[in-house]
């Protein structure tokens, strides 16, 4: 059964920089796209980042363009999303999330429980 | 602003049948790419609950049902039930901004 489980999340000052971690099990976790996705507080979803199977290409939402990193380490089923220069704004639930199969990969089949960053002084 | 836009809320009686409407624009449906339903949960992670259209994944009750026409998408719910309570995103893909977009996201309540 397909499982994603981040980790990494927490308080962070304005400025500061954080790391996520989601570990990925139950499939073939090099054979899929992975996308990062966000929630604040009480508000609906975003995209932030994505990342092909192989790790060659990511998108950014301009949202987080430059201050936002995403990589991934398919020997050991794990994808990372790298965040600097946080802001208050930033304060968000981050999932990771699997896309649906290729070629198109337009959905996103499955989720993490999601970790909590909260920026604040 | 979301860049898919969908009603706030909306409500219907146990058995009775809802649709979630989804409104898109050139760049995304209008563009031929997808829409994809969400349902979520207070507390907890989105779980898909229609891709491509109108197609359900494994375990996701026929009640829910989903179309697209033009740049107006629709999820339908058939006889409602309580535990059906549940915020509900729609979802694509953008052209004009080369990024998955939701739509804001629709509260419904069962009354």
């Known amino acids: 059964q397909v499982q994603l489980e981040e980790s990494g999340g927490g308080l962070v000052k304005p400025g500061g920089s954080l790391r996520l971690s989601c570990e990925a099990s139950?499939?073939?976790?090099?054979?899929?796209?992975m996308s990062w996705i966000r929630q604040a507080p009480g508000k609906g979803l975003e995209w932030i980042a994505h990342?092909?199977?192989?790790?060659?290409?990511?998108d950014f939402a301009d949202s987080v363009k430059g201050r936002v990193s995403i990589s991934r380490d398919n020997a050991n089923s794990r994808l990372y999303l790298h965040m600097s220069n946080l802001r208050v704004d930033d304060t968000a639930v981050y999932y990771c999330s699997r896309h649906g199969v290729k070629p198109a990969a337009t959905w996103f089949d499955s989720w993490g429980q999601g970790a909590l960053v909260t920026v604040s002084s | 602003q979301s860049v898919l836009t969908q009603p706030p809320s909306v409500s219907g009686a146990p058995g009775q049948r809802v649709t979630i409407s989804c409104t898109g624009s050139r760049s995304n449906f209008g563009t031929g790419f997808d829409v994809h339903w969400y349902q979520q949960f207070p507390g907890t992670a989105p779980k898909l609950l229609i891709y491509?259209?109108?197609n359900r994944p494994t375990g996701v009750p026929d009640r829910f049902s989903g179309s697209r026409s033009g740049t107006l998408a629709s999820l339908a719910i058939t006889g409602l039930q309580g535990d059906d309570e549940a915020v509900y995103f729609c979802q694509s893909y953008d052209s004009a901004l080369n990024g998955w977009v939701f739509g804001g996201g629709t509260k419904l309540t069962v009354l």
């Open positions: 139950g499939f073939i976790f090099s054979d899929y796209y």
């Open positions: 491509t259209n109108n």
């Open positions: 990342v092909t199977s192989s790790g060659g290409t990511t």
